[in-house]
């Protein structure tokens, strides 16, 4: 498995898991208080990926 596609950590899934079920801000917060740039990069990216997702699947932004 390249680093490239690597499954994210349990603590980044974790987080995801904590902004969709809770709340965004808790889950920003919370990788901040980590202070480990990585784990925020990749909470980061996959933010951005899956909350896209989610916005075209339930109508609130268009596919582009």
């Known amino acids: 498995v390249s680093l490239l596609t ?3 950590s349990k603590e980044v899934q974790e987080l995801v ?3 969709f ?3 965004l801000g808790e889950a920003i917060e919370l990788a901040k208080a ?3 740039a990585a784990l925020i990069d990749a ?4 933010m951005v990926d899956d909350l896209y997702d989610h916005l075209v699947e339930t109508g609130k932004l268009e596919k582009i």
């Open 17 to 19: 898991e904590l902004a």
């Open 43 to 46: 909470f980061h990216d996959i």
């Open 34 to 36: 980590t202070q480990n």
């Open 6 to 8: 690597a499954p994210p």
């Open 21 to 23: 079920s809770k709340s």
